[in-house]
């Protein structure tokens, strides 16, 4: 994730957007999250706080109500825990259902209130970590079959205009400190990041075969781990909205709809501007471009490229790159460093591969590389050499 080629989506963009729309958030934590950066971003421009992001089943949050379970109920960290949330004004309704299962009597009971009652418009729907770890070691065949059963009901349920979109579960750390993580299993903390890697495989597989959209947010987050928080599970609120804007994008393209770059009126005259790293977990302002340093000359006026382009870049896994770390597209379908999903909301439904637009380059430019350091010398084996460290 690159804060300077993120597409940013405003208050006023997403409340346009999701005018008289009824979308629903299905998953555990980080779908709370989701749900929470969405409802604050329906009212302004802000992002959520580090208390906000941590408190779960509170009797409020932005105006919204707790509807069933939280501190109405019992609270806990067993797979028992309900919590359901709406936000509803006028013109705008978001539901989020806590799930740890991604099908069980419960969500039957989720999926026959969409069915006797208000339909949604929007489904954002992710379980993983609970699914494959809290109720089957050797889950792979369950959780294969609870996707299926989910898909094929959801689909029945929903109209065909509806759109649905799968949330890949994004990178866990290697040490993980969660509600979800009991004694009982403190043995699969090791693992379980690459547990979830399968997992997500299968998740997208059959999301698109049932003709389901997929983020892929394990893509997305792979090199920004920097946003994850400390307990190896959760993330900050910049992972929140640029998740939220993907979420955004997404829908807009999906329905039509063309969101205008607020930081970029004239991609004719944008380019890509570096970027800076947020250097603490916990501090939640979005990391500042270089271009605000003043170095660039020309350039300096110049709006940042959103890396997006006038059609929605389709979330799949580099499968010709060199850098390729051993990712498999999941049909074998030709595909270009950009993706192998077809998305199923009027894009791409013609068989046209398409390919993401290059960013435009600035010929004023010159401050690439200003001069070549000169290389330390040292042996290679020798104690004072510092050993760098990469957490994944």
């Not at 929470?36 to 779960?56: A, E, F, H, N």
């Amino acid at each position: 994730m690159r804060e300077a080629c993120m597409r940013t989506v405003t208050h006023r963009q997403a409340s346009q957007l999701l005018h008289n729309k009824f979308v629903v958030v299905l998953g555990d934590s980080i779908q709370r999250s989701v749900y929470k950066d969405l409802v604050l971003l329906l009212q302004r421009d802000s992002y959520l706080s580090l208390s906000q992001l941590k408190r779960k089943g509170e009797l409020s949050f932005e105006q919204d109500c707790l509807i069933e379970g939280g501190r109405l109920g019992h609270m806990n960290n067993g797979t028992e825990y309900r919590e359901v949330r709406q936000y509803r004004t006028d013109h705008h309704l978001v539901r989020f259902y806590f799930i740890t299962r991604i099908f069980s009597r419960y969500m039957e009971s989720i999926l026959s209130d969409f069915k006797h009652e208000l339909k949604p418009d929007v489904v954002i729907a992710s379980s993983c970590v609970w699914d494959i770890s809290r109720y089957n070691r050797k889950w792979v065949p369950e959780y294969k079959e609870n996707l299926n059963k989910f898909f094929v009901q959801l689909k029945a349920v929903l109209p065909e205009d509806s759109l649905v979109v799968w949330n890949m579960t994004m990178p866990l750390g290697k040490k993980i400190i969660g509600g979800f993580l009991v004694p009982e299993i403190q043995d699969m903390a090791q693992t379980l990041r690459y547990d979830v890697i399968e997992a997500n495989f299968y998740g997208a597989m059959l999301a698109d075969a049932y003709g389901l959209d997929v983020l892929d947010l394990h893509f997305h987050f792979r090199f920004s781990l920097q946003h994850r928080m400390n307990d190896g599970v959760h993330w900050n609120a910049v992972a929140h909205r640029y998740i939220t804007c993907l979420l955004l994008a997404h829908s807009a393209q999906a329905w039509g709809v063309e969101l205008p770059n607020p930081l970029a009126p004239d991609q004719s005259k944008t380019w890509l501007l570096d970027y800076k790293q947020t250097p603490n977990q916990s501090d939640y302002s979005p990391a500042r471009s270089m271009a605000d340093s003043g170095h660039y000359g020309a350039c300096e006026q110049q709006l940042q490229y959103d890396g997006f382009g006038p059609r929605y870049y389709e979330d799949a896994l580099p499968t010709r790159s060199r850098f390729s770390t051993g990712y498999l597209n999941f049909e074998n379908k030709t595909t270009h460093n950009g993706g192998s999903y077809d998305n199923r909301h009027g894009h791409g439904g013609n068989g046209r591969t398409m390919l993401p637009p290059a960013a435009p380059s600035c010929p004023g430019n010159n401050f690439v590389m200003k001069q070549k350091r000169t290389k330390r010398q040292s042996n290679p084996y020798s104690r004072h050499n510092s050993i760098r460290s990469y957490r994944y």
